[in-house]
T-cell receptor, first 112, second 112 residues
Framework: AQSVTQLDSQVPVFEEAPVELRCNYS??????LFWYVQYPNQGLQLLLK??????LVKGINGFEAEFNKSQTSFHLRKPSVHISDTAEYFC??????????FGTGTSLTVIP | DVKVTQSSRYLVKRTGEKVFLECVQD?????MFWYRQDPGLGLRLIYF???????EKGDIPEGYSVSREKKERFSLILESASTNQTSMYLC???????????FGSGTRLTVV
């Protein structure tokens, strides 16, 4: 089974500063990679996904992520964060078949 | 847009009660999933289903059962609720193959 590691459980950042949320996974076989965002008291929404092709993936709300196969990483970035980006962010990995494996989440807090 | 609807946002039940959490999706998805979300533990898969009347155990099925009598509905059942089942419960659905999950808004269950 896969394991997904989000190294930072909490990330505080000032408004308009850049942010990177880190995600590493265990398997070196073909994988599909996802980032989800969860706003307070809501379900998870898809931010972006990597299935194949370009390793740099752009998502909603100005977020992007880069797939690095050699480092088994899929870090999420945003060049300038807003207050509204305060949320929980989950990295997820899927192999052949349908089951997703989720990381434990990173709580992003944007400070005015 | 696909909608995944969970019948209750907040639920309070007493220890020992039988609890039903309902999830309905409106896009003819084959696959449906139940997760629980706890701080520091991320999302953990309880049960999933790839078709009507089919069910598979996830990582933490103990104390839970499920029912899928119709394709659009996937119910999670707590046979005898206990305080350690206090959690956020998230339902998700997807088409077959490697596709994106769509999540419901979640049910926050408190067992007292």
């Amino acid at each position: 089974a896969q394991s997904v590691t989000q190294l930072d459980s909490q990330v505080p950042v000032f408004e308009e500063a850049p942010v990177e949320l880190r995600c590493n996974y265990s398997s070196s076989v073909s994988v599909y990679l996802f980032w989800y965002v969860q706003y307070p008291n809501q379900g998870l929404q898809l931010l972006l996904k990597y299935l194949s092709g370009s390793t740099l993936v752009k998502g909603i709300n100005g977020f992007e992520a880069e797939f690095n196969k050699s480092q088994t990483s899929f870090h999420l970035r945003k060049p300038s964060v807003h207050i509204s980006d305060t949320a929980e962010y989950f990295c997820a990995v899927s192999e052949v078949g349908n089951q997703f494996y989720f990381g434990t989440g990173t709580s992003l807090t944007v400070i005015p | 847009d696909v909608k995944v609807t969970q019948s209750s946002r907040y639920l309070v039940k007493r220890t020992g009660e039988k609890v039903f959490l309902e999830c309905v999706q409106d896009m003819d998805h084959e696959n449906m999933f139940w997760y629980r979300q706890d701080p520091g533990l991320g999302l953990r898969l309880i049960y999933f289903s790839y078709d009507v009347k089919m069910k598979e155990k996830g990582d933490i099925p103990e104390g839970y059962s499920v029912s899928r009598e119709k394709k659009e509905r996937f119910s999670l059942i707590l046979e005898s609720a206990s305080t350690n089942q206090t959690s956020m419960y998230l339902c998700a659905s997807s088409f077959g193959g490697i596709t994106t999950y769509t999540f419901g808004s979640g049910t926050r269950l408190t067992v007292v």
